[in-house]
């Protein structure tokens, strides 16, 4: 079984500040991670995925994330804030490998951009 | 990228009667999709896996009978809610995966009603 914890409902950084946004896993075998962004009542989009490959894993807009095994970890980073990133993120987890199963998901952070 | 499609977007029903929603993957065949809800302002709960040409998984707690899943090809699912209650409205949405790669793509999502 697999669970995901995300610190923080919500997350308020300034325009062009760090973000950060927290996420551990639980998973009792090797995990599949993944961040997805939603906008207000539209579906998910993928910002990016680990899957055992490299542990530093680039996603779309700007966004990273570090899988760090001992740390049970996958935390969600972007440099540099821009408005356009106010949305909800959510991580997920599913086990590996073949992602044939669904996904179990974090409760999401509200990221709130401050101008 | 991979497409789906989810239709309607949103819908509005009486209590008692069903309602069919639809998922499609346009651009690639899916052989598994799965289906979501997702409470106000809170994170995504997978209700079932759904297998082109066998019977849907349901999750623990989800009435196979109000839900019933139908995967009759590799671009299609469909989600139908029956005898509808005030406490199935929710935000309902389809994820499909596009094999060999393990991430899932996942529909605009469908607002439903019941009234």
């Known amino acids: 079984a697999q669970s995901v914890t995300q610190l923080g409902s919500h997350v308020s950084v300034s325009e062009g500040a760090l973000v950060l946004l927290r996420c551990n896993y639980s998973s009792s075998v090797p995990p599949y991670l993944f961040w997805y962004v939603q906008y207000p009542n539209q579906g998910l989009q993928l910002l990016l995925k680990?899957?055992?490959?490299?542990?530093l894993v680039k996603g779309i807009n700007g966004f990273e994330a570090e899988f760090k095994k001992s740390e049970t970890s996958f935390h969600l980073t972007k440099p540099s804030a821009h408005m356009s990133d106010a949305a909800e993120y959510f991580c997920?987890?599913?086990?590996?490998?073949?992602?044939?199963?669904?996904?179990?998901f974090g409760k999401g952070t509200h990221l709130i951009i401050q101008p | 990228g991979a497409v789906v499609s989810q239709h309607p977007s949103w819908v509005i029903c009486k209590s008692g009667t069903s309602v069919k929603i639809e998922c499609r993957s346009l651009d690639f065949q899916a052989t598994t999709m799965f289906w979501y809800r997702q409470f106000p302002k809170q994170s995504l709960m997978l209700m079932a896996t759904?297998?082109?040409?066998?019977?849907?998984?349901?999750e623990q707690g989800v009435e196979k009978d109000k839900f019933l899943i139908n995967h009759a090809s590799l671009t299609l699912s469909t989600l139908t809610v029956t005898s509808a209650h005030p406490e199935d409205s929710s935000f309902y949405i389809c994820?499909?995966?596009?094999?060999?790669?393990?991430?899932?793509?996942f529909g605009p999502g469908t607002r439903l009603t019941v009234t």
């Open positions: 680990y899957t055992s490959a490299a542990t």
């Open positions: 997920a987890v599913s086990p590996a490998p073949g992602g044939a199963d669904g996904l179990t």
């Open positions: 994820s499909a995966r596009d094999p060999p790669g393990v991430e899932q793509y």
């Open positions: 759904s297998n082109e040409g066998s019977k849907a998984t349901y």
